[in-house]
């Protein structure tokens, strides 16, 4: 009797057992889905808190290269000295943080005051440049490494950007102007009569305004058929 009671039991506990394996075997993904979800969201503010911290390391090491480059000791400001960092490294160290996307915006301009041309494009390009008068700084400075390249009529895309990406009057007629010379110096006429015409058109109390003026009715006059 005593046998038979065992055997009962013992295959009601495997037949539990089974039951609850069936059970976990139909639910792990979703724990492990769950898990994933947990992890990936600490991971995430993990991060934020660590990229927080990199931002605020940056700022705080980044005011000695902004004292050499208003200092314009560019070279310093590019490299550095042996007790703080210079505009390359804080890059590449980081880089990955709003304080270090300004670094980027800083070593392009120091380049481009080196006429280190192609450095300064590559910097540049990389930056992430807002939609603001900085926005527009960073694009006009962008078009002036390309131009001393010889590349015109990127040249004159990256003006037109400046001038657009954060219009008013002060700054973007003058970009507009710019991308229109670079245009011509392109030889992308077409291109150069268009941004002409937009600065009379769009800012027309601008002293660029009759700069345009004169530059289209030249423009017009060489290329009469």
């Known amino acids: 009797m005593q046998s038979e009671q065992s055997s009962e039991i013992s295959q009601a506990e ?16 979703i724990s492990i889905g769950g898990g994933a979800l947990l992890i990936g969201v600490v991971g995430w503010i993990a991060y934020r808190q660590y990229q927080a911290l990199q931002n605020s390391e940056c700022l ?9 480059f208003r200092q ?28 270090g996307n300004l670094c980027r915006l ?11 041309y192609e ?17 527009g700084a960073a694009w006009a400075a962008l078009a002036g490494a390309y131009a001393e390249l010889k590349e015109f009529e990127e040249a004159g895309r990256c003006y037109e950007k400046a001038a657009r990406v954060h219009r008013n009057t002060q700054t973007s007629p003058i970009y507009l102007l710019q991308g229109a ?20 058109e769009r800012y027309p109390t601008s002293s660029e305004a009759s700069a345009a003026q004169k530059h289209l009715a030249r423009l017009q006059t060489a290329h009469e058929d």
């Open 14 to 29: 495997k037949t539990g057992w089974a039951s609850l394996w069936q059970k976990f075997k139909e639910n792990r993904w």
């Open 60 to 68: 705080r090491e980044m005011r000695f290269a902004e004292t050499y």
């Open 72 to 99: 314009d000791s560019f070279e310093k400001a590019v490299k550095g000295t042996a007790t703080a960092m210079g505009f390359e490294q804080l890059v590449e160290e980081y880089g990955s943080t709003p304080a």
């Open 106 to 116: 800083y070593l392009g301009l120091c380049y481009l005051k080196l006429g280190r």
């Open 119 to 135: 450095a300064a494009k590559e910097a540049l390009s990389a930056y992430d440049a807002p939609d603001t008068y900085l926005g």
């Open 181 to 200: 010379l670079t245009y011509e110096l392109a030889q992308r006429f077409d291109k150069a009569k268009a941004l002409y015409e937009e600065i009379i």
